[in-house]
């Protein structure tokens, strides 16, 4: 039986469950799974609902009560049949731990995306992927040919058809134009503790960034370099005995499961934008 996945974010109010369940019961749909989430703080509500029709379908009438239902409560809504891909475009420049981290999730079906293909700004890599026998796409960029080369990747992905750009270590910033028109829906992993707070109470500047953990950290990509709202941070406890070396090989596993982690919570809608912070629900 063919499950739909219901998402939806609205201000905050009195009755909203009540009223997602009434909706859900007057189509004849079944509730496999439910979560939801007021922000005290931004006053806005969350909802993610996994759902079975009568004859496993969605419900024709189902949309267009939502529709009217959305109107009312302010909501955006969507629904998703559960087991839908989405496309991901990779992007990477000399590291191949983190696209090898995706490529072989997609392939266990442990990540619900279908990779439509690997850009890169060098050919060090191509040798490495070809045996995934994905589209390759060379774009080199240069500080005078950063137009040029953001226009080519959008134009691959229009060709791909990508939902989902993941940059798995590219190490090139992209625009603020790209980067709004990419708005949630490109992902970044970096190498680090994120953010670095600075000044006056850092554990309140923490709390309004939403940060989860302290290690490696993905994020979506902002304008604002490495600043973006945190999906999922990884820790790992070293100690004294560590060398470069060792820190380096651990710091690979780490950005690997972080980006793994993030890249599944979007594919799995699981992720919803709340004022510069996310709200990231468990399956």
Known sequence: ?????????????????????????????????????GDPETGRFFARLVFHGPEGMAPEGLEAELNSLGGELQADWAI?????????????????????????????KELPIDIVGIVSNNETLKDNFAHWNLPWFHVPVTKDTKPEAEARLFEIVD??????????????????????????????????????FKGAK?????????????????????????????????????????????????????????LLRAVKAHAEHRIFINDGKTVVFAR
């Open 1 to 37: 039986m063919r499950e739909h996945i219901l998402t939806l974010s609205c201000p905050d109010r009195v009755g909203l469950v009540a009223s997602l369940a009434r909706l859900m019961e007057r189509h004849d749909c079944f509730i496999a799974s439910s979560r939801t989430f």
């Open 202 to 258: 850092p554990y309140h500047q923490a709390h309004a960034r939403g940060v989860k953990v302290i290690g490696a950290t993905a994020h979506y990509v902002t304008g604002d370099l490495d600043e973006g709202p945190i999906i999922a941070q990884v820790t790992e406890v070293i100690d004294h005995t560590y060398s470069p070396a060792d820190m380096i090989e651990t710091g690979r596993h780490l950005e690997g499961n972080a």
């Open 159 to 196: 060709e791909t058809g990508a939902d989902l750009v993941v940059l798995a270590r590219y190490m090139q910033v992209l625009s603020d134009e790209a980067c709004r028109r990419l708005e949630g829906r490109c992902i970044n992993i970096h190498h680090s503790f994120l953010p670095g």
């Open 80 to 108: 998703h049949p559960s087991d839908e891909k989405i496309k991901a475009l990779l992007l990477v420049s000399k590291s191949d731990h983190c696209a090898n981290t995706l490529l072989y999730g997609a392939r266990r």
